[in-house]
């Protein structure tokens, strides 16, 4: 059964660091797209960070430098390390994954998708 969960999360002060985890089954993620999203009440889900499966990646502009997506592939798991951390990153980061190639923010194109874990940032 493919599944993704997240984990990680909590509730930082401004500057500080979070790691992410979304540990994957039923696939392996060297073989996957993956991608960590966020989501505010309201608001539509943003690509933050993602992972091809040829191993490209891409951030938004409002991480780049911050934060850092990487794959274990012994432990078959999607990492995220944030760094620096601002309010504005205060969010519901969801984990994505497509067993096969995917290089975009668009959330179709991901079709398996962790419950997500709460970032909050307090100044």
């Known amino acids: 059964q493919v599944q993704l969960v997240e984990s990680g999360g909590g509730s930082v002060q401004a500057g500080g660091s979070l790691r992410l985890a979304c540990v994957a089954s039923?696939?392996?993620?060297?073989?996957?797209?993956m991608a960590w999203f966020r989501q505010t009440p309201g608001k539509e889900r943003d690509g933050v960070a993602l992972i091809t499966m040829l191993g490209d990646r891409n951030y938004a502009d409002s991480v780049k430098g911050r934060f850092t997506a990487s794959k274990d592939t012994t432990e078959n798991t999607l990492y995220l390390q944030m760094n620096s951390l601002k309010p504005e990153d205060t969010a519901m980061y969801f984990c994505a994954a497509r067993t096969g190639y995917c290089y975009t923010w668009v959330t179709g194109c991901y079709n398996r998708w962790g419950r997500g874990t709460q970032v909050t940032v307090s100044s």
């Open positions: 039923g696939f392996t993620v060297d073989k996957a797209s």
